[in-house]
């Protein structure tokens, strides 16, 4: 299966990328029902939720739009990302890539959406 013959959707919503301090808990406001992320590392505590949730003061990016590769995909298939990257970053689009069990997602500035989907549409994926 080649990569560019994958469907992506938007996911719906607005969301902010954040970033906490590594002792900090998993504060009550990243737990609402939706699309969440919570990585935590050596370094620091990231969470990617609803825009809205992130109450003032919290260090974050707002505005990020999302795209969900359809899956499940097959552990074995290689080059996902790379294959969306490529035409992303060839459309001026930077992304904020993360990976689930069964998909791939990537989020883009909610002001680079249009520019995004067309880019992947002319490297062959499909868009819905």
Same mark, same amino acid.
């Given at each position: 299966?080649?990569?560019?013959h994958l469907t992506l959707s938007i996911v719906p919503g607005?969301?902010?990328?954040?970033?906490?301090?590594?002792?900090?808990?998993?504060?009550?406001?990243?737990?609402?029902d939706g699309f969440i992320a919570i990585v935590r590392t050596?370094?620091?505590?990231?969470? &990617?939720?609803?825009?809205? $949730?992130?109450?003032?003061?919290? %260090?974050?990016?707002?505005?990020?739009? +999302?795209?969900? *590769? @359809?899956?499940?995909?097959?552990?074995?298939?290689?080059?996902?990302?790379?294959?969306?990257?490529?035409?992303?970053?060839?459309?001026?689009?930077?992304?904020?890539?993360?990976?689930?069990?069964?998909?791939?997602? &990537?989020?883009?500035?909610? $002001?680079?959406?249009?520019?995004? %989907?067309?880019?992947?549409?002319?490297? +062959?994926?499909? *868009? @819905?």
């Amino acid at each position: 299966m080649q990569s560019n013959h994958l469907t992506l959707s938007i996911v719906p919503g607005v969301f902010a990328v954040c970033r906490l301090d590594l002792a900090s808990p998993l504060p009550s406001w990243a737990t609402p029902d939706g699309f969440i992320a919570i990585v935590r590392t050596a370094e620091e505590l990231s969470i &990617v939720c609803a825009e809205q $949730a992130v109450p003032p003061g919290v %260090i974050c990016q707002r505005g990020w739009r +999302g795209m969900k *590769v @359809a899956g499940p995909l097959d552990f074995a298939l290689t080059g996902v990302l790379a294959s969306l990257a490529g035409p992303l970053a060839e459309a001026g689009v930077s992304i904020f890539a993360m990976s689930t069990y069964d998909t791939d997602y &990537v989020l883009v500035q909610e $002001a680079q959406l249009d520019a995004a %989907i067309d880019a992947l549409r002319r490297a +062959g994926f499909a *868009v @819905a």
